[in-house]
């Protein structure tokens, strides 16, 4: 199933991110050679709740540094707690100064 292929990459790449760091919907869509599918980035990481190994899209957030996927952590608080404790601020639902701690998956190979 290529959607299912397309779900596995995005799990994966994101698995990858470092404790404390962020990226982005695009950066992950562009690093598994998909870019301009940010938003299917997004669906796929709404699917990842229950998968283990656990998959940390709660340090997925739009480029603009927003917490847009929020609401599919059950909990609209979970996903701000979530980056709290890993000593991120947050601000009007967006990490201050998330270019600081911006995260690109570049050169990975999949």
């Given amino acids: ?3 299912q292929d ?3 990459r995005v799990y994966l790449v994101c698995r990858m991110i470092p404790y404390g760091k962020i990226t982005t919907y695009g950066d992950v869509a562009r690093a ?3 870019p301009g599918a940010a938003r299917m980035v997004g669906w796929a990481l709404n699917k990842s709740t229950a998968l283990d190994p656990p998959v940390p899209a709660h340090r997925v ?3 603009m ?3 847009s996927g929020k609401k599919a952590f059950g909990n609209p608080m979970l996903m701000q707690e ?3 404790q890993e000593g991120h601020i947050i601000k ?3 990490v201050v100064e998330f ?3 911006l995260w690109q998956p570049d050169n990975i190979s999949l």
């Fill in 6 to 8: 397309f779900f596995e």
């Fill in 99 to 101: 270019h600081n701690v």
């Fill in 1 to 3: 199933m290529p959607e």
């Fill in 61 to 63: 957030l739009n480029r």
């Fill in 32 to 34: 598994i050679g998909s």
């Fill in 92 to 94: 009007d639902d967006a």
């Fill in 82 to 84: 979530l980056l709290e």
């Fill in 65 to 67: 540094g927003m917490l």
